[in-house]
Nanobody, 125 residues
């Protein structure tokens, strides 16, 4: 599967942004999807994950209550709605797809099989 992330940009602190990740192919609904981010000089970190049907989600503590992951299997797209953005949310955001046999969500990068190219989110103070 090929993933194309979009929606990044420059936003002021306290603002909101919605990222999208479009997937190619007809097996999108069979993948657990996730979002990760990587800030300059830091390692890539988990942000959110969503089960194949969208029924289950999981978030990093740092974004719980501010970010929402969702998916539209009819459109082969996963979203990350971000509210109350902070300067520390500044990073390149990546979407990823994982087979995750027997699992509901995936929280480590090594569990994902496919990655998008990333989209830059910059939050100004």
């Amino acid at each position: 599967v090929q993933l194309q992330a979009s929606g990044g940009g420059l936003v002021q602190a306290g603002g909101s942004l919605r990222l999208s990740c479009a997937a190619s192919g007809d097996t999108f609904s069979s993948y657990i999807m996730g979002w990760f981010r990587q800030a300059p000089g830091k390692e890539r970190e988990f942000v959110a994950s969503i089960y194949r049907s969208g029924e289950y989600t999981h978030y990093a503590d740092s974004v719980t209550g501010r970010f929402t992951i969702s998916r539209d299997n009819a459109k082969n797209t996963v979203y990350l709605q971000m509210y109350s953005l902070k300067p520390e949310d500044t990073a390149v955001y990546y979407c990823a797809a994982g087979i995750g046999s027997g699992l509901i969500v995936l929280v480590t990068s090594r569990e994902y099989d496919y990655w998008g190219q990333g989209t830059l989110v910059t939050v100004s103070s």
